[in-house]
C-alpha cells in the first residue's frame, strides 16, 4: 500500500499533524509519501500556460479597445465577485482561493499512489483540475472548516469581513462545481464539533466520514523535571506559571487579546506569572515573559514541563496540537469550551473549561484552578492521553480505513 500525503505546509498546526501522521505510518511499515509545496514542488507542478490566441485583425483589434474602455467605465469597481484572493483585502487570518496554477497529478508520488491522502491543501490543490483529473480513492482530513467554506477557514473571519460574501459565495460555488466529479471520497475530522459541521448541510455531507483524532510524539512531550525545566529557561522557582501558545500572538482566533485580559487582573498577585510562546507583534504586558517562537519540539517540551497550567483562549479551533503536547507532559489545560477542545478537556481532572469566551470567564477558570492545583494529578494527566492520542494510535486508526477503502 503507497499512500500519497498532500499537505500545503510542513510546518504549522496542520502540517505538522499531517507529517506526524505520515511518520507514524512509516513506523507501521505503510509505504508513506509526504507531498508539500515548496520552491521545487511548485515549478515542478505548474500548469502549462495555455497557447497565444491568433493575433486578430488591424480594424478588430481597434474595435475590442473602445469596447474594453466602455465596459471598464461602466464597471464597479468595488464588485468583488470576480475578484481573486489576492484583491480580497479585509482583517482575517487566511482567505485563500481554490483556484491554483499547479497540478498534483503531474507528480510521480501521485502516479505511485494507491491513495491520496489531502491534509490542509489551500493555495496548493486546484479544485477544478485536481477533482476532474484524479483517479485515486481520497481520504481528506480536515484540519480547519476551509473545505466546508468559501475562501475563509473560520466562521468569525466571515462574519468579520462581510464585504467580501460575495467573493466568498463565489468560491464556495466553485468548489462544490468542482466535488460534484467526485463519486465517493473519505472524509476524516479531528473533532465531534467538525464531525457535526460536515456531515450537516456542508459541501462534504454526502461522502463518507470519521472521527480520528490528531495523535502526539509521546517520546518527545514527556514529563521532565520541572526544577531543571525552570532553570534551563531562566524562570523563578517559586511561582505559578501560566502558558500561552500561539504561532503569531496577534491572531485573533487565538485570544491572546483574552490573555492579556487575564493578565491584567493578575497584576496584583505576585504569586503568578505569565509566558507567552510565539512571534510577539503585540504590545509587550507586565508580569509576562516573552518567550519568543520555539520551532524545537524538545525546547518545547521544557517549556511545557516548567509551567503549572497551559492556558488555551481560543474563540474557534479544531483539535490543538499544543493542547495535545501539553497534557502528554502532564501540564494540565484551562481552556475555552469551543470547536474539539470539550473533546479533550475533562473538567477537575487534566484541566478546566472557562464558562464562556471572555476574559473575565478565563480569569475565574483560572482562579479554580490555582486554587485547585494540588488536585491535578500530573501522572495520571499523561496516562489518560497516552490511552486516547498517540500518533501510533491515529496511525492504527488510519491503516484500518485505508484498508477498508482499498
Not at 474595435?63 to 467605465?73: E, G, M, T
Not at 481520504?139 to 460574501?165: I, R
Not at 516573552?290 to 488555551?312: H, K, N, P, S, T
Request: glycine residues 6%.
Amino acid at each position: 500500500m503507497k499512500v500519497l500525503h498532500v499537505s500545503t505546509y510542513k510546518t504549522g498546526g496542520a502540517g505538522i499533524a499531517a507529517f506526524r501522521l505520515h511518520k507514524g505510518l512509516l513506523a507501521l511499515g505503510v509505504a508513506s509519501e509526504f507531498l508539500y509545496l515548496n520552491h521545487e514542488t511548485e515549478n515542478f507542478l505548474k500548469k502549462p500556460a495555455p497557447p497565444l490566441p491568433p493575433p486578430l485583425p488591424l480594424y478588430k483589434r481597434i474595435f475590442s479597445k473602445i469596447i474594453s474602455k466602455a465596459v471598464n467605465r461602466s464597471q464597479n469597481k468595488n464588485d468583488v465577485t470576480t475578484g481573486s484572493a489576492d484583491e480580497a483585502k479585509g482583517s482575517y487570518e487566511a482567505f485563500t482561493s481554490p483556484i491554483t496554477d499547479l497540478d498534483i497529478t503531474q507528480h510521480p508520488a501521485y502516479e505511485a499512489a494507491d491513495i491520496v491522502h489531502l491534509h490542509w491543501v489551500a493555495d496548493f490543490l486546484d479544485y477544478p483540475s485536481f477533482f476532474s483529473k484524479n483517479v485515486k480513492p481520497i481520504v481528506w482530513t480536515l484540519h480547519d472548516m476551509n473545505p466546508l467554506q468559501g475562501g475563509f477557514h473560520y466562521l468569525g473571519d466571515a462574519a468579520a469581513n462581510p464585504h467580501l460574501a460575495a467573493l466568498e459565495l463565489k468560491y464556495l460555488n466553485m468548489k462544490e462545481v468542482a466535488l460534484s466529479a467526485v463519486r465517493s471520497m473519505s472524509v476524516v475530522a479531528l473533532s465531534r464539533w467538525l464531525l457535526q459541521l460536515s456531515t450537516n448541510k456542508s459541501i462534504l455531507n454526502r461522502f463518507s466520514h470519521t472521527l480520528i483524532p490528531n495523535g502526539v510524539d509521546i517520546n518527545v512531550f514527556k514529563p521532565l523535571n520541572k526544577g531543571f525545566a525552570r532553570e534551563a529557561l531562566g524562570l523563578p522557582a517559586a511561582k505559578t506559571i501560566a502558558l500561552f501558545v500561539s504561532e503569531r500572538l496577534s491572531v485573533r482566533r487565538k485570544g491572546f487579546d483574552l490573555m492579556q485580559d487575564v493578565i491584567s487582573k493578575f497584576s496584583d498577585q505576585d504569586q503568578v506569572l505569565f509566558c507567552a510562546v510565539g512571534i510577539q507583534d503585540t504590545a509587550p504586558k507586565p508580569n509576562t515573559v516573552y518567550l519568543g517562537a520555539i520551532r524545537d519540539e524538545q525546547l518545547m517540551a521544557i517549556v511545557y514541563a516548567a509551567c503549572d497550567v497551559f492556558i488555551l483562549p481560543s474563540r474557534e479551533d479544531n483539535l490543538p496540537n499544543v493542547m495535545l503536547e501539553a497534557l502528554a507532559c502532564g501540564t494540565p489545560v484551562v481552556a475555552t469550551n469551543v470547536g474539539g477542545i470539550p473533546d479533550v478537556v475533562i473538567p477537575d481532572f487534566n484541566g478546566l473549561l472557562a464558562q464562556d469566551t471572555t476574559g473575565e470567564a478565563l480569569y475565574e477558570a483560572l482562579q479554580i484552578f490555582i486554587e485547585r492545583k494540588s488536585l491535578f494529578d500530573s501522572g495520571q494527566i499523561r496516562e489518560d492521553l497516552l490511552k486516547k492520542y498517540t500518533i501510533a494510535k491515529q496511525a492504527s486508526a488510519y491503516l484500518k480505513l485505508y484498508n477498508e477503502i482499498l
